[in-house]
């Protein structure tokens, strides 16, 4: 996995490019993400709060960033612990 790499979900539609790669396998709905996308699994339960295109996904270190591009049902993980939504940041504030 490296940056600009489109991953694509075996468990539903979800597919996403990667920004920042680090160590570990990235996952949707509970299966593992692949470049192929030629995989099929079921989705999981725990893995199943769905994903919104255009928002990006990082893990708790900030070690792994994913820009969702094809909305699906499986949540993005990393190893097993769902990713979350990057915040913006805040502008400055002008006088």
Do not use: N
């Not at 699994?41 to 792994?64: M, W």
């Not at 820009?67 to 769902?82: H, I, W």
């Amino acid at each position: 996995m490296k940056p600009g790499s489109r991953l694509k979900s075996a468990a539903c539609d979800t597919e996403a490019v990667v920004i920042r790669c680090g160590e570990g396998t990235v996952q949707c709905g509970g299966a593992p993400m692949t470049e192929g996308g030629s995989e099929t699994a079921d989705l999981s339960g725990d893995f199943a709060a769905g994903s919104i295109v255009g928002k990006r996904y990082v893990d708790e270190a900030g070690t792994v960033e994913l820009l969702c591009v094809k909305p699906g049902k499986g949540s993005m993980a990393l190893d097993g612990v769902a990713l979350v939504l990057k915040e913006a940041k805040p502008l400055p504030a002008s006088d």
